[in-house]
């Protein structure tokens, strides 16, 4: 059986909102899990796949819990770590029409750690700035330049290994999608509605958005994502959790095709396998209407803006142990 033929199945046993699992988890727990799967030159070798049955669907424990031989010592405390399933969600800055310009369309311009606890019961949505600099990498070296331009240089891997030892918090998985991509989600969709707190006016984009409900298709959607000029970059972060949010909130409302969604971001990149389709549908099923705690590291709490510094242009200097102390606390939730 086919990897379309499974996904189809493994689609089709669900109700509605559940339909579009793999598409919600896309955008808070893995963007791009299904188009991934479907993309052949992932695939290297032939994978027979049994027709689905009605046996339980796995419980999402994405890193083994290890079985101690029993003894008389007391029972230790639960490992935070295995309780949570973490996703570096990365908003890539390509458009086809200003690559054409000349840009590279590689500055990683959204970074959100989504951390979604194995049972269901909560996420947490964690924003870095994309003009910090000097981020540990993991490996006892330090990113000097801005954090948006680790993944041209490195990869994605090491911009994951880097968001992790940022933040002192292990990350599961790494998904990435474009802003082309983004618009033809929200095109697909029908639009979405974000709601602002305050007016918004973009004279570099020469845009204006009003101060509560505005409803968006792919265009507006983008230039939303983009705008920074009427206020700031850390308030654009505020604004793209708000806007995952509500693509999330209209897929979960149903009645879209998940499979015509998923094979239309050809920009989508992720290191989830296969295998973990399953346990990723079944944490999209049980979070569906967890509450949602979102943060974004900004100034002066967790990072210091420094402005232009020489050839790294405008900066911030992340306060890790600021920023350490409050990701413990999101891993520590009961």
């Known amino acids: 059986m086919g990897l379309l033929t499974t996904l189809r199945r493994?689609?089709?046993?669900?109700?509605?909102?559940?339909?579009?699992?793999?598409v919600v988890v896309v955008m808070l727990a893995g963007i791009g899990i299904g188009f991934w799967l479907l993309r052949p030159e992932v695939v290297k070798v032939p994978v027979s796949v049994a027709t689905p049955t009605a046996s339980p669907t796995p419980s999402p424990t994405p890193r083994p819990t290890p079985v101690a031989t029993p003894t008389a010592s007391p029972t230790p405390a639960p490992d935070t770590d295995e309780l949570n399933v973490t996703v570096l969600l990365v908003g890539r800055d390509w458009l086809a029409e200003r690559v054409a310009l000349g840009e590279s369309g590689f500055n990683t311009d959204m970074l959100i750690v989504a951390n979604i606890r194995a049972d269901g019961s909560r996420i947490d949505l964690i924003s870095l700035p994309r003009d910090s600099v000097d981020v540990p990498l993991g490996d006892g070296s330090v990113w000097g330049r801005k954090i948006n331009s680790l993944r041209a240089a490195r990869g994605l891997p090491a911009l994951k290994e880097a968001m992790s030892a940022a933040l002192?918090?292990?990350?599961?998985?790494?998904?990435?999608?474009?802003?082309?991509?983004?618009?033809?989600?929200?095109?697909?969709?029908?639009?979405?509605?974000?709601?602002?707190?305050?007016?918004?006016?973009?004279?570099?984009?020469?845009?204006?958005?009003?101060?509560?409900?505005?409803?968006?298709?792919?265009?507006?959607?983008?230039?939303?994502?983009?705008?920074?000029?009427?206020?700031?970059?850390?308030?654009?972060?505020?604004?793209?959790?708000?806007?995952?949010?509500?693509?999330?909130d209209k897929l979960l409302a149903g009645g879209y095709d998940p499979l015509a969604l998923l094979t239309s971001l050809p920009g989508l990149d992720t290191d989830i396998r296969p295998e973990e389709m399953p346990m990723l549908l079944e944490l999209a099923r049980r979070s569906a209407d967890a509450p949602i705690t979102r943060k974004v590291l900004s100034p002066p709490e967790y990072t210091t803006f420094v402005g232009l510094s020489g050839a790294r242009g405008w900066i911030s200097v992340p306060d890790l142990e600021a920023i350490r102390a409050y990701t413990a606390t999101v891993l520590s939730q009961p």
């Open 10 to 22: 493994l689609l089709g046993r669900t109700s509605t909102p559940q339909r579009v699992a793999a």
């Open 168 to 248: 002192a918090m292990p990350i599961d998985y790494y998904a990435e999608m474009t802003l082309d991509d983004l618009a033809r989600i929200v095109n697909a969709v029908g639009g979405v509605t974000v709601s602002l707190a305050a007016s918004l006016n973009d004279p570099h984009l020469h845009m204006s958005w009003r101060a509560g409900e505005n409803r968006l298709d792919g265009r507006t959607a983008i230039l939303l994502a983009r705008s920074r000029y009427g206020d700031s970059d850390y308030a654009r972060g505020d604004r793209n959790q708000v806007l995952l949010i509500a693509l999330r």
